[in-house]
């Protein structure tokens, strides 16, 4: 079946670097994208959306770029800091519910 | 309230016994889902209400769960005769309207179900 998956399962960067952490989707027909964080022990945290007439879009510290030709999203942080550190879903709009892929846990080290 | 609330945060049971788990979505929201996360996984969809309608109930991985909504904002989960297998961490989300709009699930912080 269809469905969304993470490249890297863990992602460490030294704090003041930028991050990318990068989704590979399959189902062609998906329009919607979001992208959450999940700190420990909490549920997961609105960061960025982007509807699939867009290739880029930019938040605070934040930007989501979507490349539909190679089915691909990736979440790039500014500037990474140690409240960054958390794990990290992307998700796809799949009928009534979210298709979330199993997430990648970024680690931010001082 | 300003966020999703869910309760109660933790529940331990007895294998066997019911338990019924608790949602209050954001004020206004019309549309409230629940997911299941297992230890390290990503989010299993579960159920989908649209006010107090459930057009999809696909998602219950058993006819030992259940899931009814209220008045178009407090919902409860229940799950009867809980299994070991039944130890996640329940989530709910909400969102403003359907999600033939495309707009964000904002999620509560769930309660973490431990079946001995």
């Known amino acids: 079946g269809e469905s969304v998956g993470l490249h890297l399962p863990t992602l460490s960067v030294q704090e003041g670097d930028n991050s990318i952490i990068n989704c590979a989707y399959s189902n062609s027909a998906s329009d919607y994208f979001i992208w959450y964080k999940q700190e420990s022990g909490k549920g997961p945290q609105f960061i960025i959306d982007i509807r699939s007439n867009m290739d880029k879009r930019q938040g605070q510290r934040v930007t989501v770029l979507l490349n539909k030709t190679v089915k691909h999203l990736s979440l790039q942080i500014a500037a990474t800091q140690p409240g960054d550190s958390a794990v990290y879903f992307c998700?796809?709009?799949?009928?009534?519910?979210?298709?979330f892929g199993k997430g990648t846990s970024l680690l931010v080290t001082p | 309230g300003a966020g999703v609330s869910q309760s109660p945060s933790n529940k331990v049971t007895e294998k066997g016994k019911d338990v019924e788990l608790r949602c209050d979505p954001i004020s206004g929201h019309t549309a409230l889902y629940w997911y299941r996360q297992s230890l390290g996984q990503g989010l299993e969809f579960l159920i989908y209400f649209q006010g107090n309608s459930a057009p999809d109930k696909s998602g219950l991985p058993s006819d030992r769960f259940s899931a009814e909504r209220t008045g178009g904002s407090v919902s409860t989960l229940t799950i009867q005769r809980t299994q070991q297998e039944d130890s996640a961490v329940y989530l709910c989300?909400?969102?403003?309207?359907?999600?033939?709009?495309?707009?964000?699930?904002?999620f509560g912080d769930g309660t973490r179900l431990s079946i001995l």
């Open positions: 989300a909400s969102s403003l309207v359907g999600p033939a709009i495309n707009q964000p699930q904002h």
């Open positions: 998700a796809e709009n799949s009928g009534y519910a979210l298709n």
